[in-house]
């Protein structure tokens, strides 16, 4: 098509267009649509809102010295 190149060009990134074509940089591709539908399949179970609390709360946890402690807690039952 035309203009391609010259849009790259514009993006400045016809020099990375090799790396594009790697199993990392594919496999990269693959892992972020995965958590992106992973997310997206979340987010339409519990809402917006909801999911977003979720979100907040794991960020919570997860930054807890005591991350381990409260995973167990909310596990046990």
Do not use: C, M
């Amino acid at each position: 098509d035309e203009g391609e190149w010259e849009l790259l060009g514009s993006l400045d990134i016809q020099h990375k267009l090799n790396a594009i074509f790697t199993e990392p940089w594919q496999r990269n591709i693959r892992e972020e649509n995965a958590k992106k539908a992973h997310e997206k399949r979340f987010e339409e179970i519990l809402g917006v809102e909801e999911y977003s609390r979720l979100t907040d709360t794991k960020k919570w946890i997860y930054g807890h010295q005591n991350k381990e402690d409260i995973i167990r807690y909310i596990l046990k039952d």
